[in-house]
């Protein structure tokens, strides 16, 4: 087994070598996985992060495989960060998860559909565009810096031209299963970036998010306590949906988040693709 794991390890380090990256900064470059290898690095970086560090719940099999996996890994694209100075060669330290609509609808659906009712969001959004959902995302804690964060962003923007996306959309979540722990931060998203009606999903097992009521709870406050992922979709115009999703699995208090990516200034893209419609 030794073996069979350091062989397996050797073959992925020569492709993440070898592969064509979207954007290069430095040590770190970031592209989309093009190999089984590379999907499993991206699975065994999330589970030392989503079981090992935040508290999700493994069961037998995800114990045994070492690995975060589910079925809608096959269908989507892998967003890696690739460090290539690591002390066993280059391996994966930052991850998204992409799924587009067109996919989508040709298979099971969205992810969040299990945790949303995304009516609103199908019957108008494409319009604009195909409909992208984001998810699985995690960086290594050595690498959570601006640096990662970016190559990560660089590398949306470049597939969000490729794919003529018009919506961006996912979870953000709070770490703990109480939503009262978080509820001025909640009540915050609720008062000043609650989606319009046509747009907003609803949560399917509905836990209120307006917990405090407008002007009882300290504003700036709660922007500052929000996790740092959410903050970044909330700068580039993010909107969230109605109610927040316990989920027990992750440890987490689920927050549904759309982008539009129109609202994504010009001025921010051209900061993460230099100016280029395809990089």
Not at 139 to 157: E, K, Y
Not at 171 to 184: E, I, K, V
Request: charged fraction near 25%.
């Amino acid at each position: 087994m030794q073996q069979t794991e350091s062989a397996s390890t050797a073959i992925c380090a020569r492709r993440l070598a070898t592969s064509p990256h979207i954007h290069r900064q430095g040590r770190l470059d970031v592209r989309l996985a093009r190999s089984d290898e590379e999907v499993a690095a991206a699975q065994a970086l999330r589970h030392g992060i989503f079981y090992g560090e935040m508290g999700a719940r493994a069961d037998a099999a995800t114990i045994e495989a070492g690995r975060d996996i589910d079925p809608y890994d096959s269908l989507c694209d892998h967003l890696l960060v690739i460090d290539h100075e690591g002390p066993e060669g280059p391996r994966v330290v930052g991850t998204y998860r992409l799924l587009r609509q067109d996919v989508a609808m040709e298979n099971s659906g969205f992810y969040s559909a299990g945790e949303y009712d995304l009516g609103p969001l199908l019957r108008t959004a494409h319009q604009g565009g195909q409909l992208l959902e984001l998810g699985r995302s995690c960086v290594a804690p050595a690498f959570r810096d601006s640096q990662t964060i970016s190559l990560l962003w660089r590398g949306i923007a470049s597939y969000l031209a490729m794919h003529d996306i018009g919506h961006m959309f996912g979870c953000a979540s709070f770490h703990g299963t109480n939503p009262d722990d978080h509820a001025a931060e909640l009540s915050y998203l609720f008062h000043h970036h609650l989606a319009p009606p046509d747009l907003r999903a609803r949560a399917l097992v509905h836990e209120p998010m307006d917990r405090l009521p407008a002007g009882s709870y300290d504003v700036r406050g709660s922007q500052r306590a929000l996790p740092p992922l959410l903050k970044g979709y909330l700068r580039v115009g993010a909107m969230v949906g109605d109610g927040a999703h316990i989920d027990r699995q992750f440890n987490t208090v689920d927050v549904f988040v759309l982008m539009p990516v129109e609202r994504i200034t010009r001025r921010y893209l051209d900061r993460f693709t230099g100016g280029c419609e395809r990089c």
